[in-house]
């Protein structure tokens, strides 16, 4: 069985930076190695992009488009202090069906 790792819902606000374009965009939901972005146009598979988030800026790779938005994954895994940081900017929209989140229990 492959490991998913734990994803937290958000609703942050972020600036996507690709080849010195910005645009904003939402994150939908994000983990230690990736996230899901809502509302970014113009990007391709393979993409390497750069977000500016709070006061952090982490630079990803777009690995899936779909109907929900951009996969990235992140070219380093982020820390849990930055995973924190992220968590607690959005931490009032998490939905009562995300508890088990919330203790520490993972998705497999």
Do not use: C, W
């Amino acid at each position: 069985m492959k490991y998913r790792a734990q994803r937290l819902p958000s609703d942050l606000g972020v600036t996507v930076v690709k080849s010195g374009d910005r645009q904003s965009a939402e994150i939908v939901n994000v983990s230690e190695t990736g996230l899901l972005l809502r509302g970014v146009r113009g990007l391709g598979q393979g993409d390497r992009i750069d977000l500016i988030a709070t006061s952090l800026r982490l630079s990803a790779k777009v690995v899936r488009l779909d109907q929900e938005g951009a996969g990235l994954r992140f070219l380093r895994a982020l820390s849990r202090d930055q995973l924190v940081h992220l968590r607690r900017a959005v931490g009032h929209r998490a939905r009562s069906g995300d508890a088990a989140m919330a203790h520490g229990l993972r998705e497999m």
